[in-house]
T-cell receptor, first 118, second 112 residues
Framework: NAGVTQTPKFQVLKTGQSMTLQCAQD?????MSWYRQDPGMGLRLIHY???????DQGEVPNGYNVSRSTTEDFPLRLLSAAPSQTSVYFC?????????????????FGAGTRLSVL | GENVEQHPSTLSVQEGDSAVIKCTYS??????FPWYKQELGKGPQLIID?????GEKKDQRIAVTLNKTAKHFSLHITETQPEDSAVYFC???????????FGAGTRLFVKA
């Protein structure tokens, strides 16, 4: 298993440009999420999906779109990039495991995409 | 909204000493608390987790404790080694679990 694969690893955009960050997982996980990581702020949830065809907003969804047409892929789109979107983006896939009657969500992260918007 | 506070932001210890990282969460519905280790240039990786029905869990040199009443949980690393140097994140999630709130991270330096 390759796990969670993110492409590209690095990207530089000009303000107003659009692009798509790709994320693919081969673990047949139901859940997938996108986070951004900024210095001193940890990881903040942008959007997430609980299955193909279902997406929802996280903490910081503005300026980003997602879709989930297959279980494997969860692309993140920036329609008009802004300098405030300069960050490191992580995709995660997860499954919910029941143990002792209680569930927990174990997340597996990709290696990240470092995005700079000039 | 819900948040998770993590302290300290930076921690430096001598090899062989113990390291403790503390987190506080705000959402009383949180029931699952994972800890992630992030090495330079990589994504976070789960190292240990604890559910709300357990007070303590140990895995070799790492342990996690949870005080649900006080909404505190902590990571303890004993006999630290240089390869423990990384950024550590605590997190809290509610039933269902796909909305996870992360702390801001602790950068741990272990000096040889």
């Amino acid at each position: 298993n390759a796990g969670v694969t993110q492409t590209p690893k690095f990207q530089v955009l000009k303000t107003g440009q659009s692009m798509t960050l790709q994320c693919a997982q081969d673990m047949n996980h139901e859940y997938m999420s996108w986070y951004r990581q900024d210095p001193g702020m940890g990881l903040r949830l942008i959007h997430y999906s609980v299955g193909a065809g279902i997406t929802d907003q996280g903490e910081v969804p503005n300026g980003y779109n997602v879709s989930r047409s297959t279980t494997e892929d969860f692309p993140l789109r920036l329609l008009s990039a802004a300098p405030s979107q300069t960050s490191v983006y992580f995709c995660a896939s997860s499954y919910s495991r029941l143990a002792g009657g209680r569930s927990k969500n174990i997340q597996y992260f990709g290696a990240g995409t470092r995005l700079s918007v000039l | 909204g819900e948040n998770v506070e993590q302290h300290p932001s930076t921690l430096s210890v001598q090899e062989g000493d113990s390291a403790v990282i503390k987190c506080t969460y705000s959402d009383s519905a949180s029931n699952y608390f994972p800890w992630y280790k992030q090495e330079l240039g990589k994504g976070p990786q789960l190292i240990i987790d604890i559910r709300s029905n357990v007070g303590e869990k140990k895995d070799q040199r790492i342990a996690v404790t949870l005080n649900k009443t006080a909404k505190h949980f902590s990571l303890h690393i004993t006999e630290t080694q240089p390869e423990d140097s990384a950024v550590y994140f605590c997190a809290a999630s509610t039933p269902g679990g796909f909305k996870t709130i992360f702390g801001a991270g602790t950068r741990l330096f272990v000096k040889a």
